[in-house]
C-alpha cells in the first residue's frame, strides 16, 4: 500500500469491494491505495507520493532532498520552482498553495 495526496481533481476511491465510490479531492487528508495505482495517480499528474513525518501526512518533509521539494511544489502549481534554493523556501511556497486552498 501507497500513501497518496490528491493534488488536482477528483479521484473516485472505492475502500473496499462492497463499498460505494467515495471521491477524493485536493481538500481531502491523504489516503492509502495500492502500489500500482499510486503509481498510475502520480504519472497522472493529479495525486502525489505522501511521507509521514512523526505521524503528520504532509506531501514534504524536511527530510527530503531539495529536488525533491522543488518536485512537490511544481506538482502543487509552484512557478519558477527554479528560484527555490533552499528547503525552507520550498517548504514555505509549498505551504502557501497549501494555505489558499483552505
Known amino acids: 500500500m501507497q500513501t497518496i495526496k ?7 476511491f472505492k475502500q473496499n ?3 460505494s465510490i467515495c471521491p477524493k479531492t485536493v481538500n481531502d487528508p491523504p489516503f492509502e491505495v495500492d502500489e500500482k495505482e ?4 502520480v504519472e497522472l499528474g493529479v495525486a502525489i507520493i505522501v511521507e509521514s513525518e512523526d ?6 518533509s524536511k527530510k527530503m532532498k531539495l529536488e ?4 512537490v511544489a511544481e506538482d502543487y ?8 534554493t533552499t528547503k525552507d523556501m ?3 511556497a509549498i505551504e ?7
Open 55 to 60: 505521524g503528520d501526512d504532509k506531501p514534504y
Open 96 to 102: 502557501e498553495v497549501l494555505n489558499e486552498r483552505v
Open 38 to 41: 499510486a503509481e498510475r495517480l
Open 77 to 84: 502549481g509552484v512557478e519558477n520552482v527554479e528560484k527555490l
Open 6 to 12: 490528491i493534488i488536482r481533481g477528483t479521484y473516485g
Open 90 to 92: 520550498a517548504i514555505a
Open 17 to 19: 469491494a462492497s463499498a
Open 68 to 71: 525533491e521539494l522543488r518536485k
